[in-house]
């Protein structure tokens, strides 16, 4: 996946990938040049006390040393600007992926994971592809590069690198191994910790009310333990980690001296080039010792990487019609036909054989209890699912013959939960309609029964909202949601429980006030009080997905059973008579 | 996201930061760049404060000095030592070529007789140099015999110390952690109302994992660093004054060149944060709304606002990987630029015989491990500056006052018969609004009181009152005649089962769930409470039935049935006295009639206080209070308020006609905005 994603997203910085390459390579030969020239200044210099050349030499380094780091700060920013580039560009696609998907793909995967696979995924994915470009890239050419420079200076020693590189790779990659599922232990008591810390938190009252402070406080030291454990368990693993890679470094440094010195004994290898050696050693411990630490990106990543093509080679189940049919502009009504519904994987479809009209200019309100799947037909006319049987009509014609734009254009939602976006006041309301008059916007916001409040707010219309709007109630939140959906003057009005968080005086005055605007457009409300929908043109009654009565409040009496309990059991019998 | 809590990316990335930085003890400051150094309000005190908290630990902390010194010490001594190994190579292949016989100081003399001055010099410096003997392998294997000894035990030390560093850290935390919760079991709720929980989420997670890891970091790089900075400087001075002069010229140029570079990269580092954050919530807003956002036909309006904050975090993030990733090959430039020099002048002097070309060796070796450490402290600083800022929030919810403390030989309350009352009661959230006052109320044994009101009355108020919540401004409550604040509140509420306006489930299954509501009950009591309550019916369609794990929020069931658990949770407590604040509000009607009756046998014998927003679930209670702004303005029976035609009569009206009715419901919009708040 990892490779798949990096491949495909780093193919339009190919060439700035192509060109870091190359520089890498000299730098990374420039800084192996230097422990050859440092060794020929011992040898052909110091042994013979020939300090011109020392001076020249000198000279050399420098120029050396220069050209390593020009090639190197280039290849930097060459690296930095193609991953931040596949970050960007992968960020983007991911969007726009989520963004075309239907409600059906969101609740599958779940907002808070699709926010997390567009952020944090890419950017590990990011990082790594920058790490990768910074010393994975090098890690090998030095590899490379320090095996031949060695090997130049003496075959006889080289056999100390197969021995130590393998040595440190294998000890470090050893310790990591077993670190590794620590972390995750890890990482699962700190969730722990913290979960336990948030609920003690969120549910103080609760907590108190049941006085089991005892029972948290053994909660919490249980995952404070075990929490403590793997910590020290991990901080003694790598306790070890530098202790060994020191003195692997440092008993190579010996061993190349005691066999070097042998070798240079009998003639082999002058002191120079065994100084000189040791140097490449040490660099190419250095960059094994690097890529080692680098490559424990790499899971965490490919783990990343999976879940953003996840996302990616998932395809929206509402797909936009190749050739729109156009709904005509007047009277826009919304029909169900026999309309089954299932989620994918249930076995019990949410909603079995429903057919209703809401005509324009009449009032249709669906009642039935929790779980009836009032919500769900709700949500298949703006097509946030798909019918898995039967059809949708908007005008006569079928939602999914339509454009999805024209389709939303038509409806004003109101959904269960109001949300609300960071902005203002104002912001929020012109989501209906960009260019709304501030009076229009006085206008909604009457009719919602949400003047008063954002009246009394210090800065009116211009009043800040914060994300998702928890810094206003539930019922001011509701009646804003309702206002935005009054600023859109739609022609099909959807209110999903909207009433709900209400009181019952503003609930009616709400409903009175909601009359003279939405005299021509079809109104569907989705209710659980009966005093919500009793003078509802038409009421639906939703049993367990199947319709069980239609008609008017004085109808259902008569003929829905399942209506009577629903009104009985919110109001006494002579009220509802 | 928008209340600051990490996700547990973010935190297993952090997690993974620990090796990584290991690492970058040779390798310069990769890591600790990456996180802004939020600014602590006063260092140097919280600094004190959070090492007073290593108090109980001095004794390992003192081993892991004494530790540290003799590690860092004798990895410093090896190169000199080692250097002598090269001298007597050199000595041995110089020597080789001269005849034997002679000793050293006559072939010096006999070399500069012949007018060749410059070997001469070498030769005279070179200690070890026997003429005509090559290389002495004995002195050799015993120099670096005694070298590999030394590193051995060097390494050792070094693993004793991360090992008892590691253990003194982590059990200090684990005490902080300990002495947080408990705290927060002593805190009043007001501390929990007056800030979004968000924030104090923060500071007892992220803030303390922030600390712990500081403290780590900083304790055991910060001591090795500091140590082999001085060690690797005493050597240098000790081997040549002169070439330790021109090494230590580096030291204030790579200070220099880190600060310049850290102090750009932090500053993108700052605005990668910042275009972060702004990307995250376009991203988080756009997906929660998403139904929202397509349906409003704002989708390109998202797209774009999305497109400018990811081109924004683009150039941030570009300059931030960038600017930090240029340090460590600067400080490589640096450090060879150094290498040359000391090459040069050491390969000059040796010619001139004032230094051994082991010296230069070793020399060579120490100002390449100083200039790592020294950047390395360096970047230490940020992580230190943001763990004493981390430390400091947390030392201010321990500085938090208390609730006040029980009272001593607090009475003790046995099967109170529930007999409530208030006497003059006064409070108020805020002293600048006074919210209850004077309010007298006196509840029977076995009643069941309503409330009603509009929002903002002071409904929910008044039971958290009972529940001693909150302390009164004035007057007092009695339970059986005692002072409630006479009582612990232990006793206080083990006597009163409460039903929250806001259903809260911790993650565990739904028998735990239940089985809160009483330590140590029994499977059948439990069921008993479930089928009472009719959670019984909705847990059997559940894939595990009682043994489903409900998630941290509950999310997976619905509110209604989040609801129903709860009022199990308080029927199993089986308690003197029983308060639902809205306990039915998302059960739907035909449910909530069940549990309606499932209720009043709950009550039987059982004084209640019942807040509701539907009418009609109270309608038999013994006694109805109408509230509004804090007061009790109407209170009777059903009948006698209907017949009363007043403040409750509108309310019945209201609710019952369906159509348009104009009644002030007085309410308020400033009080929604505060917390807890009925």
């Not at chain 1, 009277?331 to 309309?339: F, H, N, P």
């Not at chain 1, 269960?416 to 104002?426: D, E, W």
């Not at chain 2, 602590?40 to 290593?54: C, D, E, I, Y």
Request: proline share 4%.
């Amino acid at each position: 996946m990892l490779v798949r994603i990096v491949r495909d997203y780093l193919r339009p910085y190919q060439g700035l990938v192509t060109v870091l390459v190359g520089l890498q390579l000299v730098g990374t030969i420039a800084s192996l040049y230097l422990p050859s020239l440092n060794g020929r200044i011992i040898d052909e210099g110091v042994a013979q006390g020939d300090t011109g050349f020392i001076l020249r030499t000198g000279g050399w380094m420098l120029a050396v040393s220069l050209a390593q780091i020009a090639a190197t700060v280039w290849a930097t920013y060459l690296g930095a600007r193609s991953a931040a580039g596949l970050g960007r560009d992968l960020r983007a696609q991911v969007f726009a992926r989520v963004g075309d998907f239907s409600a059906q793909e969101v609740s599958r995967f779940g907002a808070p994971t699709l926010i997390s696979r567009t952020t944090n995924d890419v950017t590990q994915v990011q990082q790594v592809v920058f790490m990768g470009a910074a010393m994975m890239v090098s890690a090998p050419i030095m590899m490379v590069g320090g095996v031949i420079m060695a090997l130049r200076e003496d075959v006889g020693l080289s056999w100390l690198l197969a021995v130590s590189v393998p040595l440190l790779a294998l000890s470090v990659a050893l310790v990591i191994r077993r670190m590794i599922p620590q972390f995750r232990t890890m990482q699962e008591s700190v969730d722990w910790v913290n979960r336990v810390l948030r609920e003690q938190i969120t549910g103080i009252r609760v907590v108190r009310a049941f006085v089991r402070e005892d029972h948290e406080r053994a909660r919490f030291a249980e995952a404070n333990t075990q929490y403590t454990g793997t910590a020290l368990a991990v901080g003694r693993l790598m306790a070890m980690v530098f202790p060994i890679v020191m003195l692997i470094f440092n008993a190579s440094t010996v061993a190349v001296l005691w066999f070097g010195s042998h070798r240079v004994a009998s003639g082999q290898m002058q002191i120079g080039e065994m100084t000189a050696f040791m140097s490449y050693l040490m660099q190419i411990l250095m960059s094994v010792m690097m890529a080692t630490f680098m490559s424990m990106m790499i899971p965490r990543a490919t783990v990343s990487a999976g879940r953003i093509a996840e996302v990616l080679d998932t395809d929206s189940t509402v797909v936009p019609p190749a050739d729109p049919l156009t709904i005509p502009r007047v009277g826009a009504g919304i029909e169900l036909r026999d309309v089954t519904f299932a989620y994918p994987g249930a076995d019990v479809p949410v909603l079995q054989g429903v057919s209703l009209r809401a005509e324009p200019g009449r009032t249709t309100a669906i009642i039935g209890s929790t779980g009836a799947g009032k919500s769900t037909l709700l949500s298949l006319v703006p097509r946030l699912y798909d019918v898995t049987g039967g059809q949708v009509l908007i005008g006569g014609v079928d939602v999914r013959d339509a454009a999805l734009e024209d389709v939303w254009a038509r409806i004003g939602l109101v959904p269960q939960k109001p949300y609300l976006f960071t902005g203002t006041v104002a912001s929020n309301l012109r989501y209906g309609d960009a260019d709304a008059t501030d009076d229009e916007l006085w206008e909604a916001l009457r009719i919602a029964q949400a003047e008063d409040f954002v009246r009394a707010m210090p800065q009116g219309l211009d009043s800040p909202i914060v994300q998702g709007g928890t810094n206003v109630s539930g019922g001011q939140r509701q009646r804003l949601a309702i206002a935005r959906a009054l600023v859109a003057k739609p022609e099909i009005f959807l209110f999903d429980d909207s009433f709900s968080a209400l009181d019952l005086s503003t609930d009616a005055r709400l409903r009175s006030a909601l009359k003279p605007v939405t005299r021509h457009a079809a109104v569907v409300v989705v209710a659980q009080r009966v005093s919500t929908i009793v003078d509802a043109d038409h009421i639906v009654v939703l049993d367990d997905g199947l319709v069980v009565g239609a008609g008017t409040h004085d109808d259902l009496l008569v003929t829905c059973p399942t209506y009577v309990e629903i009104v009985e059991s919110q109001q006494s019998a002579e009220a509802a008579a | 996201m928008s209340e600051g809590v990490k996700t547990a990316e973010e935190k297993a990335a952090e997690a993974r930061r620990g090796p990584g930085a290991r690492a970058g003890q040779r390798h310069g400051p990769m890591m600790g760049a990456g996180v802004p150094a939020e600014k602590s309000q006063n260092f140097v005190p919280s600094a004190k404060r959070l090492l007073g908290l290593l108090q109980p630990e001095r004794t390992p902390l003192y081993a892991v000095l004494a530790l540290a010194v003799a590690s860092v010490g004798l990895s410093a001594i090896g190169p000199k030592i080692l250097g002598r190994a090269t001298d007597h190579i050199f000595a041995g292949v110089v020597g080789a070529r001269f005849p034997v016989g002679t000793d050293k100081a006559q072939l010096v003399e006999a070399l500069r007789a012949r007018g060749e001055g410059k070997l001469a010099d070498l030769v005279g410096g070179m200690p070890y140099l026997v003429p005509g003997q090559g290389i002495d392998f004995g002195a050799v294997g015993d120099v670096l015999l005694l070298v590999l000894g030394i590193y051995l035990v060097a390494s050792l030390l070094s693993w004793a110390q991360g090992w008892l560093l590691t253990g003194a850290v982590n059990r200090t935390i684990f005490g902080l952690r300990r002495d947080v919760e408990d705290k927060l079991n002593r805190l009043p709720l007001q501390y929990f109302d007056g800030q979004p929980r968000g924030e104090l989420l923060s500071r007892v997670t992220n803030d303390i994992d922030n600390v712990a890891q500081s403290l780590q970091q900083t304790l055991s790089q910060l001591l090795t660093s500091l140590l082999t900075v001085v060690a690797m400087i005493a050597m240098m001075l000790y081997i040549s004054p002169l070439l330790a002069l021109i090494a230590l010229v580096t030291i204030p140029v790579s200070m220099a060149v880190t600060a310049a570079i850290g102090k750009r990269s932090q500053k993108h580092f700052v605005q990668q944060w910042k275009s972060t954050g702004e990307l995250n919530s376009v991203v988080e807003e756009s997906f929660t709304g998403h139904e929202l956002v397509k349906v409003f036909g704002r989708q390109d309006e998202v797209r774009s606002s999305f497109r400018a904050k990811n081109d924004d975090l683009y150039a941030a993030g570009f300059g931030a990987q960038f600017v930090s990733g240029i340090i460590m090959p600067t400080m490589m430039f640096i450090g060879n630029l150094n290498y040359v020099v000391i090459a040069v002048v050491g390969g000059l002097r040796v010619a001139s015989g004032s230094m051994t070309l082991g010296d230069v060796q070793a020399f060579i070796q120490y100002s390449r491990q100083f200039t790592q450490p020294l950047t390395q402290v360096a970047s230490m600083a940020n992580l230190l500056q943001s763990g004493v800022a981390s430390a400091e929030r947390v030392f201010e919810v321990l500085d938090a006052t208390e609730q006040r403390p029980d009272a001593v030989g607090a009475t003790v309350l046995d099967e109170p018969r529930g007999r409530v009352e208030f006497e003059d009661v006064s409070f108020s959230y805020d002293p600048a609004n006074p919210l209850i006052e004077h309010l007298d109320l006196v509840v029977e044994p076995g009643q069941t009181v309503a409330i009603v009101g509009p929002t903002g009355a002071g409904k929910t108020t008044l039971v958290n009152l009972v529940m001693r919540f909150y302390e009164l401004d004035a007057g007092r409550i009695t339970l059986d005649g005692v002072d409630i604040t006479a009582l612990t509140r232990h006793n206080l509420r083990s006597e009163i089962g409460m039903v929250l306006q806001d259903t809260w489930l911790f993650g565990g299954t739904i028998r735990d769930n239940i089985a809160y509501g009483k330590p140590g009950s029994s499977e059948e009591e439990v069921l008993a409470a479930a089928k009472a309550t009719y959670v019984d019916r909705f847990v059997h369609s559940l894939p595990d039935g009682y043994d489903t794990v409900l998630d941290a929020e509950g999310g997976n069931i619905s509110a209604g049935e989040k609801q129903l658990l709860t009022i199990a949770r308080a029927f199993l407590s089986d308690p003197a006295l029983l308060i639902l604040d809205e306990a039915t509000s998302s059960v739907d009607t035909r449910t909530e009639l069940l549990v309606q009756q499932a209720m009043s046998a709950l009550r039987h014998d059982r004084t209640s206080f019942v807040i509701a927003h539907r009418l009609s679930t109270i309608r038999d209670a013994d006694v109805i209070l109408v509230m509004r702004d804090g007061q009790i303005v109407e209170q009777g029976s059903h009948a006698e308020l209907l017949a009363r035609d007043g403040a409750y009569a509108e309310l019945y009206a209201a609710q019952f006609s369906g159509a348009a009715v104009d009644v002030d419901s007085g309410e308020a919009p400033a009080p929604e905005l505060t917390p807890a708040r009925g």
